[in-house]
């Protein structure tokens, strides 16, 4: 009976873990900002994915605490299509380590991405079983907009540390002021931070449905302008598309398909939109040409990128297994020629080949049905899912360790409302 009670209470402490992912993680790369050689992010984020995934297990199997042993509870046949097809995606990236090693990458490289790409699926099944997803969209909203205000204060001062700490990690190819002011990395570089508010808009829109007293509706909204300020802060052309898409997906939502709102609302915002932006051309004429500049260069740069994508595509091992994971990523340099270093989605077919590609999409289809079936409901969580896509056609959003959790907990939201919500 004591080791009962022991794994309940462990399965108590675990149940939650997940929540607290992006305060932790984020809290940690500020930490390495000021201790660059003690402080590791990349460990501290592997061991957290170790614990969700260790605690999605436990909830799977329903540990019951009788004394009779594991409760085996709904093996298979209680699992819903996307679960099942999710359990194939993450089986066919643990196999795909013995092609990527045997066609010649270290190890290393595979189990890296491992911890990036594929484990952080458990962050699925989180939100699949949470009954609200209230608690993980505060934490993360909090986080993101404490490491977004730390990145103003770091981009307007410019302390040498912050500066030489940029250096460190590549993330500006020259020590000066100037340079470090093309974008604003904050302590995490320019491309998550123009993703993590991106999603946090919707996040937003997510908690101000859910919230019930006027001062969190009120909060909700400061969240959302705060959220859209950093996205175009960044400099990231994804992101300052992606976050001027959600607008109009939103005024779409709202005005037209939902009908919640006056349209003399939206009519005055069609007004006062093009004046504001009157007014910031005149008064701040040359940020506003570079964020003009920076969105009418968006198809050029993908123009540009395709053809790291069709070399790569052009020299895969197997056209059905593809190279393996992690095999055309970042930690491939050196042991590849055909790096995509920009390109999400055609380093996941290339990874992953025709099999592995279409388990993917698959899932992401069957999800989008669920979620447009039950669009007033899922509304900001099929919103995440396409902006993620999105923003993964020039980037490598679905290689980050503080991009891929998020995108995967709130598919398995859609899934999780479609299905009821059931909790564990």
């Known amino acids: 009976m004591i080791k009962y009670d022991v794994m309940k209470n462990a399965v108590g402490l675990l149940k939650s873990i997940h929540n607290w992912y992006y305060p932790v993680v984020l809290l940690i790369y500020l930490l390495a900002l000021f201790l660059p050689d003690i402080v590791r992010p990349g460990v501290i984020s592997a061991v957290f994915v170790i614990l969700t995934a260790a605690a999605a297990v436990f909830k799977e199997l329903k540990i019951t605490g009788n004394g009779s042993g594991f409760g085996l509870h709904k093996i298979v046949g209680g699992f819903s299509t996307e679960d099942q097809i999710a359990f194939l995606w993450i089986a066919f990236n643990l196999l795909s380590g013995i092609w990527c090693v045997s066609f010649g990458m270290p190890l290393s490289v595979y189990l890296g991405e491992l911890f990036t790409t594929a ?3 458990c962050f699925y099944f989180c939100g699949r079983r949470d009954g609200s997803s209230h608690r993980f ?3 993360f909203l909090i986080s ?9 204060i770091l981009f307007i001062t410019g302390p040498k540390f912050y500066i030489d700490y940029l250096m460190r990690l590549e993330l500006i190819s020259k020590a000066d002021v100037p340079t470090m002011r093309v974008r604003m990395h904050s302590v995490i570089g320019s491309t998550l931070m123009g993703f993590l508010p991106t999603v946090g808009l919707l996040i937003s829109v997510r908690c101000f449905i859910e919230s019930r007293e006027r001062r969190s509706r009120i909060l909700s909204a400061a969240s959302f302008i705060l959220m859209l300020f950093l996205s175009f802060m960044s400099n990231q052309r994804s992101a300052m598309a992606a976050a001027i898409i959600i607008i109009i997906y939103l005024n779409c939502l709202i005005f037209f398909v939902f009908n919640t709102a006056d349209r003399r609302i939206f009519y005055g915002e069609c007004i006062a ?5 009157a007014l910031f051309f005149f008064l701040f004429r040359d940020a506003f040409m570079k964020v003009y500049y920076r969105l009418v260069s968006l198809p050029g740069a993908i123009a540009q990128r395709s053809d790291q994508w069709v070399g790569a595509a052009n020299n895969m091992k197997s056209i059905w297994l593809g190279n393996g994971l992690g095999a055309n990523g970042h930690r491939a340099i050196g042991y590849t020629e055909h790096l995509i270093a920009d390109g999400g989605l055609a380093k996941l077919y290339v990874e992953s080949g025709i099999i592995g590609t279409s388990l993917f999409i698959f899932l992401i289809l069957l999800l989008l049905k669920r979620g447009f079936s039950r ?4 509304a900001p969580e099929v919103g995440i899912v396409l902006i993620t896509l999105l923003m993964s056609v020039g980037s490598n959003m679905m290689s980050f360790a503080l991009s891929v ?3 995967y907990y709130y ?7 479609y299905h ?3 909790k564990t």
């Open 119 to 121: 484990l952080p699926m």
């Open 137 to 139: 969209s505060i934490n």
């Open 144 to 152: 993101v907009a404490v490491i977004g205000l730390i990145g103003v």
């Open 273 to 277: 939109i093009p004046l504001f932006a």
């Open 375 to 378: 669009l007033k409901d899922t």
């Open 405 to 407: 959790p998020v995108f």
């Open 411 to 417: 598919m398995g939201r859609i899934s999780g409302i």
């Open 420 to 422: 009821g919500g059931e």
